[in-house]
C-alpha cells in the first residue's frame, strides 16, 4: 500500500507557472505507475498526464500538451508536475494518482486504471 500527498499548489495569475510534488510513503514507489488528475467544480475528474515505473514513458492530455510537464524521482518517491503558461481554464484540484498493476484493465487515462490517491491540491488561475 501507498500513501499519496501533493503540495505546492496555489494561486497564480494567467501565464505564470506551478510546480506540483507528489510525495508517496513506502519503499516501493519505483514499481508504481503514477498520473496526475485534475477536476474542476461540476466537472468529472480528468487526466492530465501519467509516468511510467522508470519515467522513460509519459503521456499526456492534448489541453496541456507542451505546456506541463511530468517526472519523478524514484530516490525520493516523488513524482512532479511542472505547469507552465497557466490558464484560467487550469483551475482544479490536482490530485496524484499510483497504480502497480503490471497490465492495467482500463486505459490509464482513465481514474479507474488508479488504485491509490491523494487528497488533491488546489490550483486557483487568475485571469
Known amino acids: 500500500q501507498v500513501q499519496l500527498v501533493e503540495s505546492g499548489g496555489g494561486l497564480v495569475q494567467a501565464g505564470g507557472s506551478l510546480r506540483l510534488s507528489c510525495a508517496a510513503s513506502?519503499?516501493?514507489?519505483?514499481?508504481?505507475?503514477m498520473g496526475w488528475f485534475r477536476q474542476a467544480p461540476g466537472k468529472e475528474r480528468e487526466f492530465v498526464t501519467v509516468?511510467?515505473?522508470?519515467?522513460?514513458?509519459?503521456s499526456y492530455a492534448d489541453s496541456v500538451k507542451g505546456r506541463f510537464t511530468i517526472s519523478r524521482d524514484n530516490a525520493k518517491n516523488t513524482v512532479y508536475l511542472q505547469m507552465n503558461s497557466l490558464k484560467s481554464e487550469d483551475t482544479a484540484i490536482y490530485y496524484c494518482?499510483?497504480?502497480?498493476?503490471?497490465?492495467?484493465?482500463?486505459?490509464?487515462?482513465?481514474?479507474?486504471?488508479?488504485?491509490?490517491w491523494g487528497q488533491g491540491t488546489q490550483v486557483t488561475v487568475s485571469s
Open positions: 494518482a499510483a497504480d502497480r498493476t503490471v497490465s492495467a484493465a482500463v486505459p490509464r487515462t482513465s481514474p479507474s486504471a488508479y488504485e491509490y
Open positions: 509516468i511510467s515505473r522508470g519515467g522513460g514513458t509519459t
Open positions: 513506502g519503499r516501493t514507489f519505483s514499481s508504481y505507475v
